[in-house]
Nanobody
């Protein structure tokens, strides 16, 4: 059972990034998925959530209107499109599978800086 995030990097304020999370080892389409982030010195927080069929979408207030979660069950992948990035979006971003025991990826670093 594995989740592997990719797509992080350094971006200027106002820029965009698309994160991907590839899942393996479990029936991806049967479980809700979410993205979380952890900034230096802060607790991990929920960024976006999507139900197993693509419904039940929720976002943190801080990213509403800027971030979009999506999933492709045929590719066992969940995405996070991040637009209008701000320096306060700098964090390690993790995906999470809401399986019985829960599965975390190892994260991908997003740095928003000029």
């Amino acid at each position: 059972v594995q989740l592997v995030e990719s797509g992080g990097g350094l971006v200027q304020p106002g820029g965009s990034l698309r994160l991907s999370c590839a899942a393996s080892g479990f029936t991806f389409s049967s479980y809700a998925m979410s993205w979380h982030r952890q900034a230096p010195g802060k607790e991990r927080e929920l960024v976006a959530f999507m139900g197993r069929s693509g419904g039940s979408i929720n976002y943190a207030d801080s990213v509403k209107g800027r971030f979009t979660i999506s999933r492709d069950n045929a590719k066992n992948t969940v995405y996070l499109q991040m637009n209008s990035l701000k320096p306060e979006d700098t964090a390690v971003y993790f995906c999470y599978a809401h399986t019985l025991g829960g599965v975390w990826g190892k994260g991908t670093l997003v740095t928003v800086s000029s």
